[in-house]
């Protein structure tokens, strides 16, 4: 069975920093891209990172450059999101989520974990 | 960045009802389109990949359509555990924009 059980969520000042890791297990993690989604409150889904199986290739949205970034552990089947610089609106449930065998790019967003809610107020 | 517009924020439908969901995305995307599944407290599901792939497990009454800008997901009959929330998202190119989500309520 397919797991991603993101931990490290919680609840942080404006300003402060997070480091989102996401464990993964029943599937060849080092084979599959992998992506972070976010969700505030209430409110739609919101892509916020992809990295490749190899880590060749990462991507952030561009409202996050600067402050986010993605990152991976194979050896250990981890994925890692570091959040610097955090604000209000980051506020959200934070989801780890494998992409499908063929890639984020031109396909889809497979597994997901239950999600982390990480909450920035002061 | 490709906008996705899905053209209702909520619907309301009964048991037994066919239900259409459309999704437009801003320019082109082929169709790297996909569906999701979302009910509350939960994460998204997969349901339709590549806008008319059905996701293994997932019952044969959801099924997708569309190319280019305009796409729809079709539940041919609505069953109680089919009330959730629908989103669509694509995989044309990054950002991996989805739409604000379309809400199916019990009429």
């Known amino acids: 069975e397919v797991q991603l059980v993101e931990s490290g969520g919680g609840l942080v000042k404006p300003g402060g920093s997070l480091r989102l890791p996401c464990v993964a297990s029943?599937?060849?993690?080092?084979?599959?891209?992998m992506s972070w989604v976010r969700q505030a409150p209430g409110k739609g889904l919101e892509w916020v990172s992809s990295?490749?199986?190899?880590?060749?290739?990462?991507y952030v949205a561009e409202s996050l450059k600067g402050r986010f970034t993605i990152s991976r552990d194979n050896a250990k089947d981890s994925l890692f999101l570091q959040m610097n610089s955090l604000r209000a609106e980051d506020t959200a449930v934070y989801y780890c989520?494998?992409?499908?065998?063929?890639?984020?790019?031109?396909?889809?967003?497979?597994?997901w974990g239950q999600g982390t809610l990480v909450t920035v107020s002061s | 960045d490709i906008q996705m517009t899905q053209s209702s924020s909520s619907l309301s439908a009964s048991v037994g009802d066919r239900v259409i969901i459309t999704c437009r995305a801003s320019?082109?995307?082929?169709?790297?389109l996909n569906w999701y599944q979302q009910k509350p407290g939960k994460a998204p599901k997969l349901l339709i990949y590549?806008?008319?792939n059905l996701q293994t497990g997932v019952p044969s009454r959801f099924s997708g359509s569309g190319s280019g800008t305009d796409f729809t997901l079709t539940i041919s009959s609505l069953q109680p555990e089919d009330f959730a929330t629908y989103s669509c998202?694509?995989?044309?190119?990054?950002?991996?924009?989805f739409g604000q989500g379309t809400k199916l309520e019990i009429k």
């Open positions: 989520v494998a992409c499908g065998t063929t890639g984020c790019y031109t396909g889809y967003f497979e597994y």
């Open positions: 029943g599937f060849n993690f080092s084979s599959f891209s």
């Open positions: 990295i490749s199986s190899r880590s060749d290739y990462m």
């Open positions: 320019q082109s995307i082929s169709s790297f």
């Open positions: 590549a806008a008319s």
């Open positions: 998202q694509q995989s044309y190119t990054a950002p991996y924009t």
